[in-house]
């Protein structure tokens, strides 16, 4: 393949043509600008009749390094019976974007933020999204509560919600937070500066362990999966860095895992329907015991998270360099996640991979619609007001969201190749060490160990390259990349 298109490629409009071309709408409509004023206009706190005042509260954020769109804030305490009371506050996106505005019909339309490693392109105007519906450091904000209790064995209790006044007094990343956590890194500088922050830290911490032990034992899936972000300068990507998960990562899934629950489980009992969250269970579990038995793993003939989830973890012990691999193979065969509309007294298909029947998304409004949709649907419960979505609208609503969910994954996917096509560009002609991560009729795939990319084997018929199979660890060579393509290509 010829190297012929400029070191300079621009990312930013690929980005933005990408977005197009699977059915995004990446500008705002007319009238949300005048919308947008009217909102600035007002940055006082909305009227939250009733809401509890829990700005007192060592309350923090963690989020990835970059992120300004903050739309969740935690606090624990220690009970004297064991229990570990957890709090999460999820900024009320509702309080200021009113159903049927045009705002409103353009997110029901994205259904969600799209992060394409060179823009983000938000479901709601940054002003919004970044600024006054963001839970950012030092600002009060009004929020929905979700509290539950967490007993030594992970089981969480008490769940409930509501509203109240929040104020968040850190804003933390998950790297530095994760380091100290870990012992690997000193702590950050507001925790080092804070008792009473990094004792906050530290009991949110034993809660998180507590309830992933639990899922585990429940049969939640143990998978991980590469992530990569590109480092700009000056605009421009020039390397590509391994984001890792931590215990940061882990703290804040965990408490997001039982807080979807919560609310899941609130829905049910107050007969509300509302939109889950599901991961069926895999129609394609014979290929996946396949794939366990050519590891000398033998899986039970039926659906079993849990038999799934031993073999996960002993493959991970034995084999870390291709556990990667592994969990995508095992990702993909499971299938897409989805959102369905569940109906009063109706049972949830459930989660298969997070071991859990009850879930919602309604922790993060001001990137996904159905975080919003959900939180619409609590507040009218919790003023015992009328539902302002039929059930005909949740499962329009879900089917939507599926769609735009599935094009996000496609875009970011695509401009994750073009990313490291740019990157590795001024790297032609230089070897890398790889390992072979597929081989069928289109060609021999190779991921390089450093940086994380994926690219394909010119030659993988010539000698020397002959007999190549997956897992095997090869010397290659970059040759060209293409960034408007996202073809990269390597000779052994």
């Known amino acids: 393949m010829s190297n012929s298109h400029p070191l300079h490629f621009n990312l930013i409009a690929a980005a933005h043509a990408a977005m197009i071309e699977h059915g995004f709408q990446p500008d705002f409509p007319q009238g949300a600008d005048t919308e947008l004023a009217a909102i600035q206009a007002h940055p006082q706190l909305p009227a939250a009749p009733g809401a509890q005042d829990l700005r007192g509260l060592v309350w923090s954020s963690i989020d990835n390094d970059t992120s300004k769109d903050l739309d969740q804030i935690e606090w624990a305490e220690q009970l004297p019976d064991g229990r570990i009371r957890v709090l999460i506050g999820v900024a009320d996106v509702d309080a200021r974007v009113a159903g049927g505005t045009v705002l409103d019909k353009h997110a029901r339309s994205e259904t969600t933020s799209v992060y394409t490693g060179v823009k983000v392109f938000p479901m709601l105007p940054s002003e919004l999204s970044e600024g006054i519906t963001s839970l950012n450091e030092n600002e009060d904000r009004v929020a929905l509560v979700i509290e539950y209790a967490v ?31 870990e012992g690997t ?70 408490f997001m895992v039982a807080a979807n629950g919560v609310i899941a489980k609130t829905f049910e009992e107050a007969a509300v329907a509302s939109i889950r969250r599901i991961v069926r269970t895999p129609k394609r579990w014979d290929r996946i015991v396949e794939v366990a038995k050519g590891l000398g793993t033998t899986l ?51 989660h298969f991979g997070l071991a859990v029947q009850d879930y919602t998304h309604s922790t993060a409004p001001n990137r996904r619609f159905p975080d919003m949709v959900t939180q619409r649907l609590l507040k009218a419960w919790l003023a015992h007001g009328p539902q302002p979505y039929s059930e005909g609208d949740l499962n329009a609503i879900a089917q939507r969201c599926t769609l735009m969910e599935d094009g996000a994954r496609k875009v970011e996917r695509e401009m994750q190749k073009r990313i490291a096509a740019v990157v590795l560009r001024p790297r032609i002609g230089q070897s890398f060490h790889a ?33 190549l199979d997956v897992g095997d660890r090869v010397t290659v060579k970059l040759i060209s990349t293409d960034p408007e393509r996202g073809f990269i290509d390597f000779a052994v």
């Open 185 to 254: 890194g000193p702590a950050p500088a507001k925790v080092a500066a804070s008792a009473d922050l990094a004792q906050q830290l530290k009991l949110q911490d034993t809660a998180a362990h507590r309830m992933l032990d639990s899922r585990f034992q429940h049969g939640a899936l143990d998978l991980e999966t590469i992530e990569t972000r590109p480092v700009m300068l000056a605009g421009e990507a020039v390397e590509i860095a391994r984001q890792q998960k931590n215990r940061a990562t882990s703290l804040i899934e965990e």
């Open 435 to 467: 390992i072979v991560t597929g081989v069928n009729n289109y060609g021999t795939f190779v991921r390089t160990l450093d940086p994380h990319v994926e690219g394909m084997l010119v030659n993988a018929g010539k000698p020397g390259a002959k007999g």
């Open 300 to 350: 039970p003939a039926q659906p079993d998270s849990k038999a799934l989830n031993d073999f996960l973890q002993a493959q991970k012990q034995k084999d870390p360099d291709h556990f990667p691999d592994l969990s995508l193979a095992v990702i993909k065969l499971m299938g897409p996640g989805e959102y369905v509309l569940v109906k009063p007294n109706e049972i949830s298909p459930g």
């Open 151 to 181: 007993d030594e064995a992970g089981i969480v209790t008490g769940g409930k919600a509501y509203r109240a006044l929040v104020r968040n007094r850190a804003q933390l990343a998950y790297n530095a937070v994760g380091a100290w956590l």
